[in-house]
């Protein structure tokens, strides 16, 4: 399973999903604080720091698509 964390923070749900097996994709927050612990705890995902109400999905869709989010059931 693929997840995409909003309002991750430094990715404390995100250590729940990887600990049962997921793969997160991307963490996104607007607090950069958070944003670089969230880098350190999840070396492998993406992270976009910002509004999430102004983030564009142009932003984070090459994120998701070179990841085949959409072919795993």
Known sequence: ?????????CGGLSMGFEMSGANILLGIDNNAAAIETFKMN???????????????????????DNNSWMSES
Request: aromatic content about 6%.
């Open 1 to 9: 399973m693929n997840v995409v964390d909003l309002f991750c923070g």
């Open 42 to 64: 999840h070396k492998g995902s993406q992270a976009i720091c910002g509004d999430i109400e102004k983030i564009s999905l142009e932003e984070f869709k090459p994120i998701l």
